[in-house]
């Protein structure tokens, strides 16, 4: 399956194409340069969403390609305190112009997934000294 537009299918001295995996690891990448993302997410296994690191950033993305014309689906996990349509968003149009610079695919839709929420530091609360009432 050809993955470029019938205008750069073939030059004067050969074809080019583009592999889907290079399509993954472009959306993967326009995802995390996005505030507010901790990382790919590689979905839910036993229910417990896993943060991936940048040699993976394929796993958290899906695309499908034709001729002209591509859909991405990321998985992502959030850092907290972030407002999480607003990342969504933002993910999307940074994957989709990414995708459309770089390849000259026409990107139709940036799905979204959100798996989790990551705190950055847990603060511990100490216990605070309660005054004994009775005595």
Known sequence: MSTLPTEFERTDIGEIQIAPEVI???AGLATI???GVAGMS??????IAELLGR???SRGVKVEV???????????IIKYGHRLPEVAAEIQ?????????????NVVEVNV???DVHLETVERIEETEFTQRVK
């Open 24 to 26: 993954e690891v472009i």
């Open 66 to 76: 034709g001729q002209r014309e591509a859909a991405v689906d990321v998985s992502v």
């Open 42 to 47: 590689g979905g839910f296994a036993g229910g």
């Open 93 to 105: 149009r940074n994957v989709k112009r990414s995708i459309e610079t770089m390849t000259g695919l």
């Open 33 to 35: 340069e996005v505030n």
């Open 113 to 115: 997934q959100i798996h």
């Open 55 to 57: 040699k993976n950033l």
